[in-house]
């Protein structure tokens, strides 16, 4: 069974395919397999989620000092528009890099033109194929039931989804993989931490904190602040509820240690960040290690005993 573009289906696993040079040429090539239903939908997965953590991460990138006191911070401003406008559009252009996309590579296939199955399309042709996308449940159905694999976007293209003979080795795609995955994770740790100590509750709540009167008279003077141990900012976008902010440290002073807990909230109509409670509550210092008395040592014989 053959496709009417000249691929070979795995009715036909022998089949030589039509030279893409042309009639005429004398030439033939390896067949091509049109590429499991299975890796495609991996590839359009895996494609997802990079295209959402990478908006992510751009987004937290561009929060900007003072981002709690703004109502739409980042470059996305945390609205659902602009996401889902910078979803679409990088799902559009996902393939433009000769039919391949992150997720492609990964799983070894390619988008390739039906009537030449050895060349990529045009960039024109994969945005086409990438438009229908937003049409996922009939795009999956015929995906399932065409003969050829084809969605609607291969077939307004023009296109097939093929197994790339040569791909790299799976060592090396599970390599690419992991290091992107330790890439989003590295990044969203480094991030977190500095977008926090660059939000105005923070560094309200740090002079606050240092400044209280009850940590000094609690562990005495001089008291020093930890590191922060609870974060919990509201913005209220979105709820109406008004933004308020709530922050706990870890202290220490020649009477012992404490956790100060700082309370915010922003008053209705202003973008600033003024005191609703702080409170010192001191830590027991861990007890000391019980140790074993000592051994006593046998007392000396008496004269009586000696005789």
């Not at 299975?38 to 992510?56: M, N």
């Not at 100060?260 to 409670?277: A, D, K, M, N, S």
Request: with cysteine; net charge positive; charged share 15%.
């Amino acid at each position: 069974m053959r496709d009417p573009t000249g691929i070979p289906t795995t009715a036909d696993p022998g089949a030589v395919a039509p030279s893409p040079l042309g009639a005429g040429t004398g030439a033939e090539v390896t067949p091509t397999a049109l590429a499991g239903q299975h890796l495609r939908l991996f590839a359009l997965l895996f494609d997802y989620v990079l295209i959402v953590t990478a908006l992510k991460l751009l987004d937290q990138l561009t929060l900007g000092e003072h981002w709690d006191l703004r109502a739409h911070a980042g470059l996305l401003g945390g609205q659902p528009w602009p996401w889902a406008l910078g979803t679409l559009g990088l799902l559009l252009a996902k393939d433009l890099a000769g039919g391949r996309s992150l997720g492609k590579w990964l799983t070894g296939i390619a988008v390739r033109r039906a009537d030449a199955p050895a060349a990529p399309p045009a960039a024109g042709a994969l945005l086409l194929r990438n438009a229908t996308l937003p049409l996922l449940p009939v795009e999956a159905l015929l995906v399932f039931t065409d003969p050829y694999t084809r969605r609607l976007g291969d077939r307004l293209a023009g296109t097939v989804c093929v197994a790339i003979a040569g791909a790299a080795s799976i060592f090396q795609r599970l390599l690419l993989a992991a290091s992107l995955l330790l890439g989003f994770l590295l990044a969203t740790f480094l991030l977190t931490p500095w977008n926090l100590h660059r939000s105005s509750a923070y560094q309200e709540a740090v002079r606050l904190a240092g400044a209280a009167p009850a940590l000094a008279e609690t562990l005495g003077a001089p008291a020093t602040l930890g590191d922060v141990t609870t974060v919990q900012i509201d913005t209220g976008q979105g709820a109406g509820a008004p933004p308020r902010a709530l922050l706990a440290f870890g202290a220490k002073g020649p009477r012992g240690g404490a956790e100060v807990t700082i309370r915010l909230r922003q008053p209705p109509g202003e973008r600033r960040w003024v005191v609703e409670g702080i409170q010192v509550t001191p830590q027991a210092l861990p007890r000391p290690p019980l140790t074993a008395p000592a051994p006593l040592s046998p007392a000396p014989p008496s004269p009586v005993q000696a005789r």
